[in-house]
C-alpha cells in the first residue's frame, strides 16, 4: 500500500486543496510525500490577500470576506473553529454589517481573519508539510489502468504520482489535455454533470490609502441592492477588526454578478474606471487612493453544483484520480471542509481496497 500511496499531488492551493493536504497528512503513512501544484505565485485561490504596491503593510482581502459558521455546522464544526480560534486566524467580527444579504441567518456566528484571509489557507498548508510548488500551471494529465499518473505544466515540467487530485473550477478541469479527457469522455453521464457545473463571476477592487486617513462610516462592511455596479463594499482594516491609526487603510470593492458576466472580457482598465465611476456616487466623500488593485474573478462562486453535491468524484481508483472543490459542494469555508473530507473518505476507501487485495 504505501507504493500505492508514496506520492500524492494535489492541483490548487486554494481553500479545498489546502484542508485536504492537511486530513490527508493527519491520515496516511508518514512516508507519503504530499505536493501541492498551483498556478499563481502564492496560495489562497478565491481567499487571497493582496498588499499594496506602495505600502505593503497595507493589505486587502479581495475574495473571501468573512467567514460565517450556520447553525447547521455548528455541531459538525464548532472544534475547528475554536482551533482556529486559538491560533489567532479567526476571531468573531465585531464591525457593523449593513444592508441585505444572505448570510445574516438565526444563530449563525460570522469570523474574519486578522492576518487577512490567505492566513486561514496557509494555516492549513503549514499542517500538511506538503511541498508546495506555484507558478505551476498544469496543461494535461494522462493514465492507465494501473499506472502512475503523469501530470505536465504549461512549461512542459512532467512528473509521476500515484495520486492525483484536483480542485481548481470544473471548466479548467475540462480543458485539461491528455487521457483525462477520455476517462471522463467514457462516463457520458459524469461529462453530463461535469459540464452542468457554473460558476457566477464578478470583479473586485482594492483601493489603497496613506496612513492617517479618516474613513469614518458606521460600517465596516455594506450590501448594496440598487447599484447596476457594485454589490459589496468593505472598510478591510475595519472589518478584520485592526484600528491602528499609523496604518494605512484599504477598501474593497464586488461587483454584482450581472455587471460581471456583462464585462468579464472587456480591458480590465476600462473596467476598474466603471467601478470608481460608481463607488464615487455611492462615497462621494472618498479619498484619492494611492494605489488600486483589480481582480477578475471568472469563477466567483458556484452557481450550479455537481448533481448531488457529493463532495468530490472518483475519476479513477488504480491509479486513483478524484476531483474536488466547492464545485462539488458549496462555496463556503465549510462547503469547502466538506469537500475534503469527501477525498479523504475516497483515499482511504482505497487506501483499505488495496490492503485488502494484497494481504
Not at 438565526?106 to 508546495?132: N, R
Request: hydrophobic share 35%.
Amino acid at each position: 500500500m504505501l507504493k500505492n500511496m508514496a506520492k500524492v499531488l494535489l492541483v490548487g492551493s486554494g481553500m479545498t486543496g489546502a484542508a485536504t493536504a492537511s486530513m490527508l497528512r493527519q491520515h496516511l503513512p508518514d512516508n507519503t510525500s504530499i505536493f501541492i501544484w498551483d498556478k499563481a505565485r502564492g496560495a489562497g485561490g478565491r481567499m487571497t490577500t493582496t498588499r499594496c504596491p506602495e505600502d505593503a503593510s497595507i493589505t486587502a482581502d479581495l475574495g473571501a470576506q468573512y467567514f460565517t459558521l450556520t447553525q447547521e455546522y455548528s455541531a459538525k464544526r464548532q472544534s475547528t473553529y475554536d482551533e482556529l480560534i486559538a491560533h489567532g486566524i479567526f476571531t468573531p467580527l465585531q464591525g457593523q454589517i449593513e444592508g441585505p444579504n444572505d448570510f445574516n441567518q438565526p444563530g449563525a456566528q460570522h469570523f474574519v481573519t486578522p492576518q487577512g484571509s490567505s492566513s486561514l489557507v496557509k494555516y492549513f498548508l503549514q499542517k500538511s508539510k506538503a511541498t508546495v510548488k506555484y507558478q505551476h500551471q498544469v496543461s494535461e494529465i494522462s493514465f492507465d489502468n494501473c499506472s502512475p499518473v503523469s501530470v505536465t505544466t504549461q512549461e512542459d515540467r512532467s512528473e509521476d504520482f500515484d495520486v492525483v487530485i484536483l480542485t481548481i473550477p470544473v471548466p479548467q478541469v475540462l480543458q485539461l489535455k491528455g487521457s483525462l479527457h477520455e476517462w471522463i469522455g467514457n462516463c457520458p453521464d459524469m461529462k453530463k454533470k461535469l459540464q452542468n457545473v457554473s460558476y457566477s463571476s464578478r470583479y473586485a477592487l482594492g483601493l489603497f490609502f496613506p496612513q492617517r486617513t479618516e474613513l469614518n462610516y458606521r460600517w465596516c462592511a455594506k450590501y448594496i441592492s440598487d447599484n447596476p455596479c457594485l454589490r459589496y463594499i468593505a472598510i478591510d482594516q475595519a472589518k478584520r477588526g485592526i484600528s491602528q491609526v499609523n496604518q494605512g487603510k484599504s477598501i474593497v470593492l464586488h461587483t454584482s454578478v450581472p455587471f460581471g458576466l456583462a464585462h468579464l472580457e472587456e480591458d480590465m482598465n476600462f473596467v476598474k474606471e466603471e467601478i470608481l465611476g460608481h463607488v464615487r456616487n455611492i462615497l462621494p466623500e472618498l479619498p484619492k487612493p494611492i494605489s488600486m488593485k483589480p481582480q477578475r474573478w471568472r469563477y466567483s462562486q458556484v452557481h450550479q453544483a455537481y448533481e448531488g453535491t457529493p463532495g468530490c468524484v472518483v475519476i479513477s481508483t488504480n491509479p486513483l484520480v478524484i476531483l474536488a472543490g466547492d464545485g462539488f459542494s458549496l462555496s463556503t469555508f465549510d462547503g469547502c471542509l466538506d469537500s475534503a473530507e469527501a477525498v479523504l473518505k475516497a483515499v482511504m476507501d482505497n487506501f483499505k481496497t488495496v490492503q485488502g487485495s494484497s494481504s
